[in-house]
């Protein structure tokens, strides 16, 4: 089945860019989405289909998809930013959902 | 405004079998495919299943890890979405996620909105 890898941790100091990274095989050809999920809270779709952005996500949060990696970028980054995030993408063979291990990202 | 409410939730012996709800308000519920994921203590997410709206035929998809074990159904006239864990294992030990799914530019899915989910422990 298709695996995606996300690194375990990201840091970033208020303010700064924080990049997380999504990767898979020829992962540029399907469609990535992102999910923060907070401390003790349900997840929450911050991007679909790659770049899009649901209603009422900030547009500091987006989204970029080509080769072999996809990537989260959250720009001017607050400390409630402070989350684990997973991509998620579907297995093109089974057409089953597939997430990715998650990212911790630390705001410092 | 888009809600899902999970209950169902328990401990429960290994072997033993229990039934999960979902029920969905602020969108047109027969519209929709339904999903479930869930989350054990301390891990990421994993996908477990969901079921096609009854406009797609209302068939289901499982992760392998359930597929004869967890059966996936729908009320239309209730709004709500069941997840039946029969067999239960230690590792079904999680918190369950209803979710809503959407179609993404492939036409695979993806999970726009989900609830805030219910605990399920298994142990002796």
């Known amino acids: 089945s298709y695996v995606v890898t996300q690194p375990p941790s990201v840091s970033v100091a208020p303010g700064q860019t924080a990049r997380i990274t999504c990767g898979g095989d020829n992962i540029g050809s399907k469609s990535v989405h992102w999910y923060q999920q907070r401390p003790g809270q349900a997840p929450v779709l911050v991007v679909y289909d790659d770049s899009e952005r649901p209603s009422g996500i900030p547009e500091r949060f987006s989204g970029s998809n080509s080769g072999t990696t996809a990537t989260l970028t959250i720009s001017s980054v607050e400390a409630k930013d402070e989350a684990d995030f997973f991509c998620?993408?579907?297995?093109?063979?089974?057409?089953?959902?597939?997430f990715g291990g998650g990212t911790k990202l630390t705001v410092l | 405004e888009v809600q899902l409410v999970e209950s169902g939730g328990d401990l429960a012996k290994p072997g033993r079998s229990l039934r999960l709800s979902c029920t969905a308000s602020?969108?047109?519920?027969?519209?929709?495919?339904m999903g479930w994921v869930r989350q054990a203590p301390g891990k990421g997410l994993e996908w477990v299943g969901f079921i096609r709206s009854n406009f797609y035929g209302g068939t289901a998809e499982y992760a392998a890890s359930v597929k004869g074990r967890f059966t996936i159904s729908i009320d239309d006239s209730q709004n709500v979405a069941y997840l039946q864990l029969n067999g239960l294992k230690t590792e079904d030990t999680a918190v369950y996620y209803c979710?809503?799914?959407?179609?993404?530019?492939?036409?695979?899915?993806?999970?726009?909105?989900w609830g805030l989910g219910t605990l399920v422990t298994v142990s002796s």
């Open positions: 602020g969108f047109m519920f027969g519209d929709y495919p």
């Open positions: 998620q993408v579907s297995d093109s063979t089974s057409e089953h959902p597939v």
């Open positions: 979710t809503r799914a959407g179609f993404d530019g492939n036409g695979d899915y993806y999970f726009d909105y």
